[in-house]
């Protein structure tokens, strides 16, 4: 993701369609690596949000977040945007 005003990138993930970790079959996308600049505010929330909608446009069932389980930010963000 890039921050228009000031042209820099503030985020980025990694994004796979099959994940054998989960142990399901559901057509999802599965996020990893999730890294945003700690200066620019929401960055995390708007690239799940952007995800989440490419996901329907392909017609995936689910957007699936992993996280550390020490990552307690991440972690409620994802009980935030209901990712668990």
């Keep these: 993701m890039r921050e ?3 042209d820099k990138i503030v985020g980025v993930v990694v ?3 099959i994940d054998k970790r989960w ?3 559901m057509l999802a996308y599965y996020i990893h690596n999730l890294v945003t600049d700690l ?3 929401s960055t995390g929330a708007a690239i799940i949000k952007y995800w989440e909608d490419v ?3 392909h017609s ?3 957007l699936r977040l992993d996280c550390q389980t020490e990552n307690v ?3 409620l963000l994802k009980i ?3 990712l668990y």
């Design 15 to 17: 994004l796979n369609d």
């Design 55 to 57: 996901a329907i446009g």
């Design 39 to 41: 200066e620019t505010k």
């Design 4 to 6: 228009k005003e000031f």
């Design 73 to 75: 930010k991440l972690i």
């Design 23 to 25: 142990g399901d079959e």
């Design 80 to 82: 935030r945007l209901s």
């Design 60 to 62: 995936k069932r689910k």
